[in-house]
Structures are given as structure tokens and as C-alpha cells.
Nanobody, 127 residues
């Protein structure tokens, strides 16, 4: 288990940008694939982006490709989600997730593929 704390959410106008951060508690961040999910009111939690613990494998949901960038800094035990060209439909609570794997390229995209979750941070995009 790893404790995750998200930050960086807020209110932004459409077309604007935000950068979310997720800090992990464990001393050893390597070995954990990391992901971002989001959940809007009345909707199921959906996949946004994920990155392998080696950083070489990355996957995005079609809805955010070309606008969002996931990255990680293993020295700082932190994963980031840079969100550009934000749209009102991006409004949701964003959750950071982690899962351990001995495969350096493992990058799940389903919520069931992750075992640890943060508390979430609210992102609101006004039109």
C-alpha cells in the first residue's frame, strides 16, 4: 500500500490549464505504475492517463489525447497531470492511483488494475 495525496485542482476557464500533482508516501516510488482517473457527478469513474514506473509506457483516454500530459519524477515520488485546453466536460474530481508491478512497462488503464487511491482533487472548468 502506498498513500497518495493529490493537489493542484481548482476553478479555471475553458481553454485554460492546470497541473495536478500526486505525492506518494513510500520511500521507494519505483515499481509503482501510476494513473489518473476522474469522476463527474452521476457518472462512473473513468480512466484519464497512466504511466509505467519506468516512465517509458504511457497511455491516455481518447478524450484527453493531445491536451493532457502525464509525467513522473521518481526522485520526488510524484506524478503529474498537465491539463491544457480544458473544456467544461473535463469538470470532475480527479483521482491519483498506484499499483505495484515488477514489469517496468506495465501500464493499466482500468480502475481494477490499481490498488491504492488518493482522496481526489476537484477540477472545475467554467464555460
Amino acid at each position: 500500500q502506498v498513500q497518495l495525496v493529490e493537489s493542484g485542482g481548482g476553478l479555471v476557464q475553458a481553454g485554460g490549464s492546470l497541473r495536478l500533482s500526486c505525492a506518494a508516501s513510500r520511500r521507494t516510488f519505483g515499481g509503482y505504475a501510476m494513473g489518473w482517473f476522474r469522476q463527474a457527478p452521476g457518472k462512473v469513474r473513468e480512466f484519464v492517463a497512466a504511466i509505467s514506473w519506468g516512465g517509458n509506457s504511457i497511455t491516455y483516454a481518447d478524450s484527453v489525447k493531445g491536451r493532457f500530459i502525464i509525467s513522473r519524477d521518481n526522485a520526488k515520488n510524484t506524478v503529474y497531470l498537465q491539463m491544457n485546453s480544458l473544456k467544461p466536460e473535463d469538470t470532475a474530481v480527479y483521482y491519483c492511483a498506484a499499483t505495484w508491478s515488477n514489469n517496468i512497462n506495465y501500464v493499466p488503464s482500468s480502475p481494477t488494475g490499481f490498488g491504492s487511491w488518493g482522496q481526489g482533487t476537484q477540477v472545475t472548468v467554467s464555460s
